[in-house]
Every structure is written in structure tokens, then in C-alpha cells.
């Protein structure tokens, strides 16, 4: 799928009101947000759909790292209006599918600012320190090799 379709896809699903339209737009966005939430559409969506994005089980990502690296892009484009909308985004972050050294090295200082994130970041660490952490999210999607 083309990056022009794509962002065709983010127009319909922030403009349009029908739900089929809508429906079929997120069905290609989910698909293709390896290579969309790079994107300068993606960059330009509003929270509310951003988070949508994020919070789908049927998002296809290799894995949760791009995840919060779509919500550090997305936040960085514009700092000054979207820091406070990082604890929300966050919340999108299935952090108990990333590695301790992840959330260390980098969920932790991007989060630091962020008082109501650190809560969960901190539970997050402390949860695969004792290694006590049982997976408790749903793991993403894996785009299916096509042979």
C-alpha cells in the first residue's frame, strides 16, 4: 500500500463520520503502521486518534518498541502542546511486552517529566527486576510473511 492511501486512510478516519469508511481506514492504518506512524500525516493526527491507533489489538507492529517510538515521535513534533497529553499516550504503551533495559534506557528518561507515567514506568521496572512479571498484556500482531 502506497503512503498516498495512507494518508487517505488518516483523512477518512479523522474527517469521516461513516463508520464502514472508518472501519476500512483503520483496517489499512492497523496494517501498515510500521511504515505510517513515520509518517507526517501520522505526526499531524489528533490525540484522540493516535490513541485509537495505539490501544487496537489488531495494531501490526514487529513490536511494542515501535509502539512507544510512534508516541515519542508524536509528542516531539510539537512538545510544547503534547507533553501533557503523554500520560494518556502511555497508557496506549503495553510496557509489560517491553525489556527492562528499554524501559530503562529509554521509556524512563522520555517519561521523566511526567509524574503520572512514572507511576506505571516504576511498576513496570520494579514488576521485571523481581522478575515476577507475568506477561499481562495482549501481545501485538506480527505482519504475516507472505510466500
Do not use: Y
Not at 464502514?20 to 499531524?44: V, Y
Not at 501533557?84 to 496506549?92: G, I, K, R, W
Amino acid at each position: 500500500m502506497g503512503l498516498v492511501n495512507l494518508a487517505n486512510c488518516l483523512k477518512i478516519l479523522k474527517q469521516t463520520a461513516d463508520p464502514k469508511s472508518k472501519k476500512k481506514a483503520m483496517d489499512l492504518i492497523l496494517e501498515n503502521f510500521e511504515t505510517l506512524h513515520k509518517t507526517r500525516d501520522f505526526l499531524k493526527l489528533p490525540v484522540s486518534n493516535v490513541i485509537e491507533i495505539l490501544k487496537s489489538n489488531d495494531l501490526i507492529t514487529p513490536s511494542e518498541e515501535d509502539v512507544f517510538n510512534s508516541v515519542k515521535l508524536w509528542v516531539n513534533h510539537d512538545e510544547k502542546k503534547r507533553r501533557n497529553e503523554l500520560a494518556q499516550l502511555m497508557s496506549s504503551v503495553r510496557l509489560s511486552l517491553l525489556s527492562l533495559e528499554f524501559i530503562v534506557d529509554d521509556v524512563l528518561m522520555f517519561c521523566l517529566l511526567c509524574e503520572e507515567c512514572m507511576v506505571h514506568v516504576r511498576r513496570a521496572i520494579i514488576d521485571k527486576s523481581n522478575h515476577s512479571s507475568i506477561q499481562t498484556d495482549t501481545p501485538r500482531r506480527k505482519k504475516e510473511n507472505k510466500a
